[in-house]
């Protein structure tokens, strides 16, 4: 039985938790919201996957000290560290990513011709909240 006062779900048996359709939801949504972010933040430094400075409106990149660059290596570093506390403490990491997500947007926003990137980013900071609310009912299960 659920307790009223934690939202926490009764302990179960790995099995029969891992039958569960919003366990494995949970699951799916941490792993990726683990591992996504820390492939963006380590690519922040390699640059492979897109030229990222180029998606740093103008004027963050008048208020931050050094160049787009330097900004993506601290935004690197924002995302891997986000991806750590994913897979720590979910519940958080969720909250986390989702608001770094709307900083996202807004930064997108600010820039022609990505408003497209922005609702996908919105998109993906609704899965983020989607985690967070899931880890108050699951994160645990998965010790049992």
Request: charge should be negative.
């Amino acid at each position: 039985m659920t307790s009223a006062t934690t939202g926490a779900a009764p302990a179960v048996p790995r099995r029969a938790a891992l039958a569960d359709p919003g366990y494995q939801a949970f699951l799916i949504l941490r792993i990726g919201f683990t591992v996504a972010p820390i492939l963006f933040g380590l690519d922040k430094f390699a640059n492979l996957l897109v030229d990222w400075p180029g998606y740093l409106a103008p004027w963050i990149d008048d208020i931050v000290p050094g160049s787009a660059q330097a900004a993506m290596y601290a935004v690197g570093v924002v995302e891997i560290l986000a991806g750590v506390v994913v897979a720590l403490a979910p519940r958080f990491g969720g909250w986390l990513v989702a608001g770094w997500l709307a900083a996202i947007i807004v930064d997108l926003l600010t820039i022609p011709d990505y408003y497209d990137i922005a609702l996908r980013d919105f998109g993906l900071l609704l899965g983020a909240v989607a985690l967070a609310r899931l880890a108050v009912r699951y994160h645990g299960a998965r010790e049992q």
